[in-house]
């Protein structure tokens, strides 16, 4: 079964910075695409980062470039989110995404076939 497993999450004060990690025990990581996307209260999911099988490249949204940044330690199974910054609109419940279809890296959900339970950020004023 391939489950990404997220952690890393918290309280935070605004202006603090936080790194989550998502670990796909799986023996072919490298065959992946990695994404972030996040879900706040009451609204709907919304892509955050995703990176590329063998982080070549990644793409962003366009309110998170800057702030936000995406790596992966393919040797470790691993993707992780560094947010700096952090605002009250940052809080959201945070979902490790993967997918190993072929094609270009995707930023919507329908894009990764595996999701992780997620991990609660929580930006506080």
């Known amino acids: 079964q391939v489950q990404p497993v997220e952690s890393g999450g918290g309280l935070v004060q605004a202006g603090d910075s936080l790194r989550l990690s998502c670990v796909l025990s799986?023996?072919?990581?490298?065959?992946?695409?990695m994404g972030w996307f996040r879900q706040g209260p009451g609204k709907e999911r919304e892509f955050v980062a995703a990176i590329s099988h063998r982080g070549s490249y990644s793409k962003y949204a366009e309110s998170m470039k800057g702030r936000f940044t995406i790596s992966r330690d393919n040797a470790k199974n691993t993707v992780y989110l560094q947010m700096n910054s952090l605002q009250s609109e940052d809080t959201a419940v945070y979902y490790c995404?993967?997918?190993?279809?072929?094609?270009?890296?995707?930023?919507?959900?329908?894009?990764?076939?595996?999701w992780g339970q997620g991990v609660q950020v929580t930006v506080s004023s």
């Open positions: 799986v023996q072919t990581f490298s065959w992946y695409n």
């Open positions: 995404a993967a997918d190993a279809r072929a094609g270009d890296l995707e930023t919507a959900p329908s894009g990764f076939r595996y």
